[in-house]
């Protein structure tokens, strides 16, 4: 049988606004158990909602990201049911009149490009957590309850997991260039739930969708939608039927479990809200939005391959974050060379980096300390070795290159007073050598080479160095 997956995503990911999405209340991640809540959060009867305007733009931004249409007029709607995480016993999010739709975006995977439908980015308000101990007691912590949360919604596009991997990536890298939401799963800030289903092409025969929860990264989704295609397929070929129903992904068996047969949309008896007023956001305003869309990822990337001709695998690196990005076009005006710029930020910068777990948002030297050890190369005043070991002190101590060069006295050794005593000495030490050399033996240069690259201590410039043995060994005429 020819059945293939058929996979959609739901995001949810938390906008990055100062406060909740109907009360002044505190968004700040990691405070106090129920420090940040108020009467309108903590669902006192008699409270009114009024909508944070910055959760509505940025929602607005991220679907003109995603190629999607704006509303010209929305609503929010009611969603009711009762958990104790929840303290209304309704969430307001959006149910037939999302504030954009229809959007599209291209995923990348296995050599394949996959065009991805959007069906929806709406806004809603988040839930806060139940926390249950091992003594049978459960806390409730409502800091979470009402912050600002934008839910994506794909079509069913996706084919593989490869392809929804690669979609959760380039998706959080969006947000991030947009500055939208942190997307930090670990911190609950951006969470999924796939739904995966078999369509056999041929017959049309299909499997009855499952959706997966409880997924904290983009690998666990990724395992997650895989392990599940397997269980259909294995389902439908010994004869079993796929039921409709809502599993959990267990991280540590690596496997999806049932956890409730899925409810439909009519068991939350969704119903406009009557508290708030509908949205309209004006088409000058959408523009405005529009107008402070940054250059997202992929077009970036593309600007670095053509602009700066470099090649894929470095524009893609350099352009995983808007800072790493920023970091290296500095690097470049600076120092007007490319590629020497991508190496130093994708080598040793990001080693240090790596080292000590910052990011490059963090990076104690600014492109311009870098850049000024690029320069002492570029110019010949220290090789590219001795470039190499300044580097880590220069991070470590904040000192300037220059500084550390003059005062370790690690400038090249160049001129030819310098290095025709150290010159004759290699030559007198290494007979051998010479003798091959002179007998027409080109690899035999590399050891006097090296005697004179070892007693300079890596600081004389080799193509000097090779040139004046050339000299001396070999004269014209
Ligand atoms: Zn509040
Ligand atoms: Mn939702």
Not at 74 to 94: E, G, L, T, W
Not at 277 to 283: I, T, Y
Not at 359 to 376: F, N, R
Not at 389 to 413: H, N, Q, T, W, Y
Request: hydrophobic share 35%.
């Amino acid at each position: 049988m020819g059945f293939r997956a058929k996979i959609g995503l739901e995001v949810h990911a938390q906008l990055l606004t100062d406060s909740k999405m109907f009360c002044g209340c505190s968004t700040r991640f990691g405070e106090t158990a129920n420090s940040q809540c108020c009467p309108v959060c903590s669902g006192t009867p008699g409270t009114l909602p009024v909508a944070n305007r910055k959760a509505i733009e940025y929602v607005i931004k991220t679907g003109l990201a995603l190629g999607c249409q704006v509303a010209e007029r929305c609503r929010f709607a009611r969603k009711n049911y009762f958990y104790p995480d929840m303290p209304k016993n309704y969430q307001i999010s959006q149910y037939e009149e999302p504030l954009t739709f229809g959007g599209q975006i291209e995923v990348e995977a296995e050599d394949e490009t996959a065009r991805i439908g959007i069906r929806r980015v709406h806004l809603e308000e988040d839930t806060g957590k139940n926390f249950h101990l091992p003594d049978g007691t459960s806390l409730v912590e409502y800091n979470r309850a009402g912050v600002p949360l934008m839910e994506i919604v794909t079509e069913p596009d996706f084919a593989s997991a490869e392809q929804v991997r690669a979609y959760l990536t380039k998706l959080r890298e969006i947000l991030r260039y947009l500055g939208v939401s942190s997307g930090n799963m670990e911190e609950g800030a951006m969470r999924c739930e796939p739904t995966v289903n078999l369509v056999d092409a041929e017959t049309g025969a299909r499997t009855e969708k499952v959706e997966i929860k409880n997924l904290a990264s983009i690998r666990g989704v990724y395992e997650a939608v895989r392990y599940e295609i397997r269980r259909q397929l294995k389902a439908v070929e010994d004869g079993e039927t796929v039921r409709q129903e809502t599993r959990r992904w267990s991280e540590e068996k690596g496997e999806t479990q049932v956890m409730r047969t899925k409810e439909s949309a009519e068991d939350y008896m969704y119903f406009p809200d009557p508290d708030l007023v509908p949205m309209a956001p004006s088409r000058e305003w959408v523009e405005a939005i529009r107008a402070t869309l940054p250059e997202l990822p992929a077009a970036r990337r593309e600007r670095f391959v053509r602009e700066y001709e470099l090649p894929a695998y470095d524009a893609e690196v350099l352009t995983s974050t808007k800072a790493a990005a920023e970091y290296f076009e500095e690097l470049v005006a600076l120092t007007g060379d490319a590629k020497q710029a991508s190496n130093w930020l994708m080598g040793p910068v990001t080693s240090e980096l790596n080292a000590r777990s910052l990011g490059i948002e963090d990076c104690p030297l600014p492109p311009a300390a870098v850049a000024e050890l690029m320069g002492l190369v570029a110019e010949g005043r220290i090789t590219g070795k001795i470039a190499r070991d300044v580097f880590p002190r220069m991070f470590e101590s904040g000192k300037s290159a220059a500084e550390i060069v003059a005062a370790e006295g690690l400038a090249v050794v160049g001129g030819e007073d310098e290095l025709g005593p150290i010159l004759e000495e290699a030559i007198a030490a290494n007979p051998k050598a010479v003798d091959d050399y002179r007998a027409g033996k080109e690899k035999a240069k590399g050891a006097l080479v090296g005697a004179v690259m070892k007693a300079t201590k890596g600081q004389a410039d080799p193509a000097t160095v090779n040139r004046l043995i050339e000299e001396r060994l070999r004269p014209q005429g």
